[in-house]
T-cell receptor, first 112, second 111 residues
Framework: DTGVSQDPRHKITKRGQNVTFRCDPI?????LYWYRQTLGQGPEFLTY????????KSRLLSDRFSAERPKGSFSTLEIQRTEQGDSAMYLC??????????FGQGTRLTVV | GEDVEQSLFLSVREGDSSVINCTYT??????LYWYKQEPGAGLQLLTY?????DMKQDQRLTVLLNKKDKHLSLRIADTQTGDSAIYFCAETSGTGNQFYFGTGTSLTVIP
């Protein structure tokens, strides 16, 4: 499978716990994006990497959120001290050029 | 470029054509996109159109772009039950590094 892979697919956590999600982009794609999607809404931009450099961050990305892409390949998104409002689908996408972005299946986070 | 609007619901009969509409705000968007999302799944890129084009056809899909009115539409010919999904239009930011999505149109195809 050469698509964008996200792990885990589902995560249930207690409020206050930390969670980390992983995204493996399509190989050789130098651009990687994280989005968040809540029920009934379209995806909202969180952050963007070009290779290992994090070039853009949304104001939605509070200081409890951190994303890394240490070697310019896979990326992780960590949420510290989770809150119920963090419950959402977290989507990762990658692209080689700006034109076509391919999305993974997402990680559904439920904070109880 | 953060206000992308779509109607929420559309129902069509199998075999008919579906037309999903979208209005966007950022006239500097270079590309405009249509994505499909099935329940519990990620987004699948259906097609995109370059901003200097008026129309793009790809098999059963036809995209029309009216730059003056900032209006984008997706026509699906001979709609099938497998086309039932949520369809999102998206535009890119001025930097091209962000995609702004609409709220999605839920298409229901009635057999």
């Amino acid at each position: 499978d050469t698509g964008v892979s996200q792990d885990p697919r589902h995560k249930i956590t207690k409020r206050g716990q930390n969670v980390t999600f992983r995204c493996d982009p399509i190989s050789e794609h130098n651009r990687l994006y994280w989005y968040r999607q809540t029920l009934g809404q379209g995806p909202e931009f969180l952050t963007y990497f070009q290779n290992e450099a994090q070039l853009e961050k949304s104001r939605l990305l509070s200081d409890r959120f951190s994303a890394e892409r240490p070697k310019g390949s896979f990326s992780t998104l960590e949420i510290q001290r989770t809150e119920q409002g963090d419950s959402a689908m977290y989507l990762c996408a990658s692209s080689e050029l700006r034109v076509e972005a391919f999305f993974g299946q997402g990680t559904r986070l439920t904070v109880v | 470029g953060e206000d992308v609007e779509q109607s929420l619901f559309l129902s069509v009969r199998e075999g008919d054509s579906s037309v999903i509409n979208c209005t966007y705000t950022d006239s500097s968007s270079t590309y405009l996109y249509w994505y499909k999302q099935e329940p519990g799944a990620g987004l699948q890129l259906l097609t995109y159109i370059f901003s200097n084009m008026d129309m793009k056809q790809d098999q059963r899909l036809t995209v029309l772009l009216n730059k003056k009115d900032k209006h984008l539409s997706l026509r699906i010919a001979d709609t099938q039950t497998g086309d039932s999904a949520i369809y999102f239009c998206a535009e890119t930011s001025g930097t091209g590094n962000q995609f702004y999505f609409g709220t999605g149109t839920s298409l229901t195809v009635i057999p």
